[in-house]
């Protein structure tokens, strides 16, 4: 009974392990879509974008990727040594 | 005269026991003290039986049993030997190579004295 | 009146608080104690070094030029940091695993150890970090400036080029103390590292002390600013895609290829891990310093008089406020970030020049390389210590020359586009395993090229290096030559212009060369190492074995490594391969260790090339390797797992086998032992038993036979108590349970009192003593010892088989030893069987003396537990044993 339960157990977390490492590596493709969105603010002919309302938005998208970032470090923290041996667990 | 009897032996006091017991008990004694030339000797006496020591100066007693039982004319020559080892593998390797009897030290008289009777009747 | 005097002294005193600091944690390091130093905060302070004194004054300059768009020199860093799993990661576990030094040694590596590539790399970052050293000086000459010009006492400050001077030399002495203190780049810059975590807080502290001064203090508050802000000149958003996404991209190259970065980010890197607290406190430190920039800029803009330096708002705006206060904080922020910058680029670079350009010119130019006599590591240090000495000059001369006019965000643009040439070759020599040296020499030539052609020459204006008819009607007139607008590309800005051009021409020749050209075999092997580190920690085959002397090897390992850690090196190899002492085989697997120990000293191309001088020949033995294995470089590594495995399979059989073997041996020795004891008593008790038999049954025993048999069995009964006696003896001695009664007691009545006891004198052997001219007082167990002469005595009594018998006593002294001799005149003990005399049971002759072959084994355990020793001294004319003991035993514990 335990015995079949710990392998299933072990699947569950290394699944979420790899799926946290999944997280990791779309940070930065995060990071640039949503500061390449300033990029559309010059586009259009209407009212431009106040500096102040532009600075809000660059800095709160600092903030949110720091806050995500460190959680994600704090999740990744001593899980990924156990995988370190899997070959799959580094960027191919 | 009685029967023949080599006694091939290197600690004096155990020698002069066995003539001591052999002798009185009617048998002729002869004594040899080392391992190198004991086949020559049996060979030349030519005795009825002989007791065999292992432990032996030169060379050990089963070499000298191996040798005897080669050899066309001592075959089937009983021999007793005695050895001051008594560990069971010792018994085993005696009885493999031929040795008609087998006793550890220290014997007592009266069994080494049925122990001869039985290997040579009077 | 004496603000001036008093900045110079508060200059003075940090820059004493940061020499204290580094030596501390020097020191702390040094001594192990060093948990405190190796925290991930400290690392990720250590990163700040991005932030110069051009983020620290040249931001807010740059925000009140163009806006928000400066935004994107700390978002492409971001970006890059929040991504650390992707590279960053890599880039750090092979950094760890090739011991990599430099960024020149990183990318020469993994192509192949090129010298060619690496002297190239070096000299690009040469060229690209020497502006921006100027641009330091600068910056904190102009901070002095405004000091004075507030302060009217300009006067006294002597001119800029002095203040340049000094700064230039006090940098330079700071770096070679503490940066050239040791050679191996495991043991990091300690010092340095803490330092500059340390100004790293006071440069943040120091512009969120201003930021918050400007908004509270003067703007009045936080919507008052924002308000202020969106009425200034910089009040909508208007920054232009092109630069928004060229800037950022650029700074992000940056990030990872200015050679100061890459020293902290890889080379001084602790712990992998470290990386992950950096990931996002790093991020969340360059918001902090890009928060208040856009407040200070508008503020700056609305208060100071028309025409006043952006650049220097930071610390005119407190100034012009009356916070003199304040602005020595903001003057000591600036001051950290330049100090700091210039610091761990002179230990960058002058670590890739003395690597790739001192030490190989000057390894070839001393005859033999590296089999000359004499310590390298003063030749490396020296080399890295003239190099950043000459990194500083270069940077001050720079300054002297450029005039020093231009605004500070240009030259660091500039440097930033020209570093980033390194970004196809690194990250393609990271992820690909086909990219190649040609690719990477051609890309970087190419890249290299179009930056100076379009950006780096054009910046010292017109007329300096390119004649102004280059600009007008391009390179020798052909007008798509221009350097603003190559290929007849116009009205674009010149930097985007510059870093597109250049960028995706590197990449496009870098890709194509390595799709077209085959690379050599050492390559393929690195390249499979680098790309796949995660996946096997283990090196390319540099090495197949060979005759090298190991001798030379070490001789060559002292000097670059330091003696006593090449000799614990080598020692360690040798214990791992089975040998003893400090000579290990010359394995493939241990020349590869060495390289890689060595190449953290000289990097990974000089020391390949020691190595292959010493083995005598070049690197045809991997070329064959693969010639044979082709596209097999990771079965080649997973192969040599296996033969490691089974090698250790192999090392633990053999121990197993030994083991085995001295079990086997002493459960066969216990057996004979315990045969020999059973013979040994069962011999006496026969003749015991028999003859009482005999003295019971037999009635017709004469007196004299009663006598007799009476006789043999006393003598066989105090044979066996001997022999019990003898046993238990031994027993006691073997087992170490002896108590020694140590006395003094002079030796002749020693050796009187033995002679005695065996009651030879006057009968039978003759005994002489020699040498004792003076009686010998000694400290021992007198019993004991009297117990081996005894022993001897009666043996050359039993066996001394001479007809006149005689028996030598010869005393000599040696040091504080007794060496006592007992020579007799018999035949002595036959040559086979001198070993064995001291073994239990043994006996030398077939004779029977009436001893069960103990007593020699006693007199050896004796001996043993005197601290001396009985050994057989053969060829003394008969058989002669030799007693040797200290005068004085020591009263040992046990």
């Known amino acids: ?92 | 005269m009685g029967k023949h009897v080599l006694v091939i032996e290197d600690e004096p006091n155990i020698i002069e026991a066995i003539s001591f017991i052999l002798s009185r008990d009617g048998w002729t004694v002869a004594t040899h003290s080392n391992g190198h030339d004991a086949v020559d000797v049996v060979r030349d006496k030519s005795p009825d039986l002989v007791i065999l020591d292992v432990m032996l100066p030169g060379k050990s007693g089963y070499d000298i049993l191996t040798e005897l039982r080669e050899g066309e004319a001592t075959r089937d020559l009983p021999v007793l030997m005695l050895t001051a080892r008594g560990q069971s593998k010792d018994r085993d390797l005696a009885e493999r190579i031929g040795a008609s009897r087998f006793m550890t030290k220290p014997f007592s008289n009266a069994e080494v004295l049925e122990a001869l009777r039985e290997l040579v009747p009077q | 009146m004496g603000t001036l005097n008093i900045l110079i002294a508060v200059c003075l005193g940090y820059v004493a608080l940061l020499f204290l600091v580094a030596f501390m944690a020097e020191r702390a390091a040094l001594r192990g104690r060093a948990k405190w130093l190796r925290s991930p905060f400290v690392y990720t302070l250590s990163l700040s070094i991005y932030c110069t004194a051009w983020t620290f004054y040249g931001a807010v300059g740059f925000a009140a030029r163009s806006g928000l768009e400066f935004l994107t020199i700390y978002i492409g860093p971001t970006l890059v940091m929040i991504g650390w799993w992707w590279g960053l990661r890599k880039l750090v576990r092979i950094g760890r695993t090739q011991r990599i030094t430099s960024i020149a040694d990183l990318i020469s590596s993994r192509y192949g150890k090129s010298p060619l590539l690496a002297v190239f790399v070096t000299l690009i970052a040469v060229i690209g970090t020497t502006p921006y050293i100027a641009l330091q000086l600068q910056s904190v000459t102009l901070s002095f400036a405004s000091f004075s010009a507030n302060a009217d006492e300009a006067g006294q400050l002597g001119d800029h080029d002095a203040t340049a001077l000094w700064i230039a030399a006090g940098l330079a002495l700071f770096t070679v103390l503490f940066g050239t203190r040791n050679l191996d780049a495991n043991e990091r810059h300690h010092g340095v590292v803490m330092a500059i975590a340390l100004e790293a807080v006071v440069k943040l502290f120091a512009l969120v002390a201003v930021g918050i001064f400007v908004v509270w203090g003067i703007g009045g508050g936080l919507s008052a600013t924002l308000d202020r802000i969106d009425a200034s000149a910089i009040g909508t958003w208007q920054v232009p895609d092109g630069r928004w996404a060229a800037l950022t991209l650029l700074s992000a190259a940056a990030f990872l290829t200015l050679p100061r970065m890459f020293q902290v980010l890889v080379v001084e890197n602790e712990d992998e891990n470290h990386l992950r607290t950096a990931s996002w406190a790093f991020p969340a430190y360059l918001m902090l310093m890009s928060l208040f920039v856009v407040p200070i800029a508008v503020v700056g803009l609305d208060l100071m008089p028309e025409g006043a330096n952006p650049d220097q708002f930071v610390l005119t705006l407190p100034l012009s406020q009356g916070q003199e206060g304040l602005a020595m904080l903001s003057f000591l922020g600036g001051f950290s970030s330049a100090t700091s910058m210039v610091i761990v680029a002179a230990i960058a670079l002058s670590t890739m020049v003395s690597n790739h350009i001192v030490m190989p010119i000057w390894l070839r130019l001393a005859e033999g390389g590296a089999m000359i006599s004499g310590d390298v590591r003063h030749v490396v240090l020296l080399a890295r210590r003239l190099s950043i000495a000459g990194v500083l000059a270069l940077g001050y001369l720079y300054y002297r020359f450029s005039g020093g006019g231009e605004a500070l965000a240009a030259i660091g643009l500039i440097s930033f586009a020209g570093v980033a040439q390194f970004l196809p070759a690194l990250m393609g020599g990271i992820f690909w395993r086909g990219a190649n040296r040609v690719g990477a020499l051609a890309g970087l030539t190419v890249g290299f090229a179009i930056w100076a052609f379009t950006l780096f020459l054009p910046s010292f204006g017109p007329g300096v290096f390119l004649p102004e008819t280059v600009f007008e009607a391009g390179l020798f007139g052909n007008s798509w030559l221009r350097p603003e607008a190559l290929f007849g590309i116009t009205g674009l800005d010149p930097l985007v212009h510059s870093v597109m051009w250049s960028m995706t021409l590197n990449t496009a020749v870098f890709i194509l060369l390595s799709l077209l050209t085959f690379p050599q075999p050492l390559e393929r092997l690195q390249g499979a190492q680098f790309v796949n580190v995660f996946q096997h920690t283990g090196n390319p085959q540099g090495w197949s074995g060979g005759v090298a002397q190991a001798e030379d090897l070490m001789v060559m390992a002292q000097r670059i490594l330091g003696p006593v850690e090449a000799q614990s090196l080598f020692q360690r190899a040798a214990t791992a391969q089975g040998l003893a002492g400090y000579l290990p085989d010359p394995t493939p697997e241990f020349l590869q260790m060495l390289e890689r120990e060595m190449s953290g000293s000289v990097g990974a191309a000089t020391a390949h090339a020691m190595v292959s001088q010493i083995m005598g020949r070049a690197t045809v033995s991997v070329e064959d390797l693969l010639a044979v294995a082709d596209e097999t470089a990771q079965m080649m590594e997973h192969q040599s797992q296996l033969e490691a495995k089974s090698a250790e399979l192999t090392r633990t059989a053999r121990q197993l086998r030994a083991a085995n073997d001295k079990l086997t041996q002493l459960s066969v020795q216990k057996d004979a032992f315990l045969s020999q004891i059973s013979h040994e008593l069962r011999t006496p008790m026969t003749s015991i038993r028999s003859f009482s038999e005999i003295l019971r049954d037999a009635e017709e025993l004469g007196q004299e036979q009663l006598t007799k048999y009476a006789n043999i069995i006393h003598q066989e009964a105090i044979r066996l108590t001997r022999l019990l006696d003898d046993l238990l003896d031994l027993s006691v001695l073997e087992n170490g349970q002896v108590n020694l009664n140590i006395q003094r007691g002079s030796l002749t009545a020693l050796l009187d009192h033995a002679t005695a006891s065996t009651g030879v004198s006057g009968a039978g052997l003759r005994i002489h003593r020699r040498g004792l001219d003076l009686d010998v007082e000694m400290e021992t167990d007198l019993d004991r010892l009297s117990q081996v002469f005894i022993n001897l005595i009666a043996n050359a009594k039993k066996y001394c088989d001479a007809p006149r018998p005689e028996l030598t006593i010869r005393v000599a002294q040696r040091d504080n030893y007794l060496v006592v001799d007992f020579t007799d005149n018999g035949s002595g003990v036959p040559r086979d069987k001198q070993d064995l005399i001291f073994e239990k049971f043994a006996r030398v002759s077939d004779q029977k003396a009436g001893g069960a072959g103990l007593g020699l084994a006693i007199c050896r355990e004796i001996m043993s537990r005197l601290g001396g020793a009985i050994t057989y001294l053969p060829g003394q004319g008969g058989a002669s044993f030799r007693v040797t003991l200290p005068m004085r035993m020591r009263q040992a514990a046990e």
């Open chain 1, 1 to 92: 009974m335990s015995r079949k339960q710990s392998p299933l157990f072990l699947e569950r977390r290394s699944y979420r392990l790899r799926r946290l490492m999944d997280g990791a590596r779309l940070m930065p493709f995060l990071g640039a879509a949503l500061w390449a969105i300033p990029l559309l603010w010059t586009r259009e002919g209407g009212a431009p974008v106040s500096t102040s309302r532009a600075m809000l938005y660059i800095f709160s998208v600092w903030f949110v990727l720091a806050c995500l970032a460190a959680v994600l470090s704090i999740w990744l923290d001593g899980k990924a040594e156990s995988e370190r041996s899997n070959p799959q667990e580094g960027p191919r």
